[in-house]
């Protein structure tokens, strides 16, 4: 059973940052394209950010260029999304994705507030 366990949300103020993990179990790690998805409240689940499986490539989304980073250790099977000068607007359930041909697997989500 193929398991994506994600860690590191909670409250934090503007301005502050976060880093966000996700321990993959139970695939082959390394052919797996990650990315980080988030959901607010009302909102369609949106891409965050993305790396190729080797992380030679990244992508992020326009608001949070410049302030997010992914990375990932596929020696750990883990990916980061690390979040920095952290804005209300970022408030969201975070979610952790593993994706290749023909497989998609989704992580439990982690919830991070971002609040004064």
């Known amino acids: 059973q193929v398991q994506l366990v994600e860690s590191g949300g909670g409250l934090v103020q503007p301005g502050g940052s976060l880093r966000l993990s996700c321990v993959c179990s139970?695939?082959?790690?390394?052919?797996?394209?990650m990315s980080w998805y988030r959901q607010a409240p009302g909102n369609e689940r949106e891409l965050v950010a993305l790396?190729?499986?080797?992380?030679?490539?990244?992508n992020y989304a326009d608001s949070v260029k410049g302030r997010f980073t992914i990375s990932r250790d596929n020696a750990k099977n883990t990916v980061y999304l690390q979040m920095n000068s952290l804005k209300p607007e970022d408030t969201a359930v975070y979610y952790c994705?593993?994706?290749?041909?023909?497989?998609?697997?989704w992580g439990q989500g982690t919830q991070v507030t971002v609040s004064s």
């Open positions: 139970k695939l082959i790690f390394s052919w797996y394209t």
């Open positions: 994705n593993a994706n290749r041909e023909l497989f998609n697997y």
């Open positions: 790396i190729s499986s080797t992380g030679s490539s990244r």
